[in-house]
């Protein structure tokens, strides 16, 4: 990635950041939700297939913006724009607590909020079949969004940073 890009990606306001997150967060079950809508029609495989795969773009182009924001200061592996190794300041460290605990919330409120659809769906006399069409779909977010969460969380609080820093 360039370096006026990655700059760009540094100061975006906080308002901006948090949008993408949004969108990061929502564009997944959005795409999946489009596929499991569309799969019972009479609408060509192919096309829907291209339908999942816009709608799932700006997730992908969100979460790598998430990850080029963190730039290592999850890991504690921060590099410079120079390409200098540095260390994480008690600012950045503090940050890093902050999102991990976040990330951790925001990831128990979903997994509540599935369990309790989840019970009132079955509670109601429906039955839950588990296969590869339901599970896949629920695997791949797990993938997706548990390394993710963490970076989406740095960008959803960190405060805009000054110009000219």
């Known amino acids: ?3 006026t890009l990655s ?7 906080q308002s ?3 949008l993408l997150v949004a969108v990061a967060l929502a564009g997944y079950p959005v795409a999946v939700a489009a596929l499991a809508g569309l799969k019972h029609t009479s609408v060509n495989r192919w096309l829907i297939l291209a339908v999942f795969l816009l709608l799932l773009m700006p997730t992908l182009v969100t979460l790598a913006v998430g ?18 190794r540095v260390r994480l300041d008690e600012r950045d460290l503090a940050l890093r607590q902050q999102a991990y605990a976040l990330s951790h919330r925001v990831l128990t409120v979903i997994l509540i909020a599935a369990t309790a659809i989840t019970e009132i769906y079955l509670t109601s006399g429906n039955t839950l079949q588990l296969d590869a069409n339901t599970f896949w779909p629920a695997a791949m977010w797990v993938i997706v969004y548990l390394p993710a969460l963490p970076s989406l969380m740095l960008a959803w609080i960190e405060i805009d940073q000054p110009a000219d820093a």
């Open 1 to 3: 990635m360039n370096t």
């Open 7 to 13: 700059r760009e990606i540094e100061y975006l306001p």
């Open 16 to 18: 901006r950041r948090r």
């Open 67 to 84: 990850y080029r924001y963190a730039r290592g200061r999850i890991d504690g592996r921060c590099a410079r724009l120079d390409g200098r």
